[in-house]
């Protein structure tokens, strides 16, 4: 099928779940779609999908935790394509256990600029819900140091649209000792309405 003068897209974490829909939703919209995951048996299963008989779909094989493989795999996505207008970066680690089964290789993984989500606990609501955590620049997170890692925390998931109307969370924790050193949002203090109040805190020990 000729591709001639479609938009073409580059969508992160295609293999299951809600990249897979994403990028699905590109192709039948006329895009030209780069389907990137890191699990390169899956991309396989996922091109082989009827939706895609009749589109220019590329396959990329791409590990976001690696710089050579990001590089690497948008040359793969423009030469595949023959251009690229459009990128979605969708992939994350899921955290599918207890919190007290997460080890330090998962910090290591938000350290190194991977994406994570999980389900957060809201005491008040007596549920939870679904949050994607990220690292992001130091200047974000409004503490001194900058021996520190910065991470921000969004609504993930179905509830990620709820973002684009509410402020992010941030924390940044010291580089060293990974001591938390400050919390930056919605917090569990209220006002006299009644209602959540954003906050500043910054931890000192001693």
Known sequence: MSSEGRPKALVT?????????????FAQNGYDVAFADRDA?????VMALPELADVNAVPVTLELTSEASINDGLNAAIEGLG???????????????????????DWDRLVDGR?????FLVPARMD????????????ECNFPSQNM???IINPAGLLRM????????????????????MFEGVSNFRDDAGEPR?????????
């Open 198 to 206: 954003n906050t500043l805190i910054h931890f000192e020990y001693f």
């Open 115 to 119: 994406r994570i989500t999980t389900d």
């Open 149 to 151: 890692h910065c991470f």
């Open 128 to 139: 939870t819900v679904h949050i994607s955590i990220r690292k992001t620049d130091n200047d």
């Open 162 to 181: 709820v973002s684009w109307f509410v402020d992010p969370i941030l924390i940044g924790y010291d580089a060293d000792s990974r001591r938390l050193l």
């Open 13 to 25: 974490g295609t293999s299951t779940g809600l990249g897979r829909e994403i990028a699905l939703g």
């Open 41 to 45: 048996a899956m991309l396989d299963e």
């Open 83 to 105: 251009g690229l207008d459009v990128v979605v970066n969708n992939a994350a680690l899921a955290l599918i256990r207890p919190v007290v089964d997460v080890t330090w290789d």
